[in-house]
């Protein structure tokens, strides 16, 4: 199903922060999930702390990328996998679709907390 960006504040991915270098080389974001399957997958605030415990391990440190939807050139598309819905860049972004990078650590209790609010 394609989206239109306009429906999206915002867009969220994340990767290891280790990987950084590796995927954004070329000038565009490609992760591992772009040479496997095509695309980049991404969510939104909202599901940014249940996908992020489920994917990462609590040892590891986790770069929360934050996209422009407006700046993507690439179809968006919605999908199902692992039991959550995302968007699903098809293709590589462009960094200057990046608009911040955070990095995150587990907390003492082993998970990953955050809350991401967005303002108008």
Not at 63 to 87: A, T, Y
Not at 97 to 113: P, R
């Amino acid at each position: 199903m394609e989206v239109k960006t306009l429906e999206i504040d915002l867009l969220f991915t994340a990767i290891k922060d280790s990987d950084w270098k590796s995927v954004s080389d070329s000038g565009k974001f490609e992760p591992e999930s772009v040479e496997e399957k095509g695309r980049v997958k991404c969510f939104t605030g909202e599901q940014a702390e249940s996908i992020i415990n489920h994917y990462f391990d609590k040892d590891d440190t986790v770069l929360l990328v934050v996209l422009d939807p407006l700046r993507i050139q690439s179809p968006i598309k919605r999908i199902q996998e692992d039991g959550f819905n995302f968007v699903a860049v098809q293709g590589a972004v462009t960094i200057d679709a990046i608009i911040d990078k955070i990095k995150l650590s587990a907390g003492k209790k082993g998970t990953f907390s955050l809350n991401v609010k967005h303002f108008d």
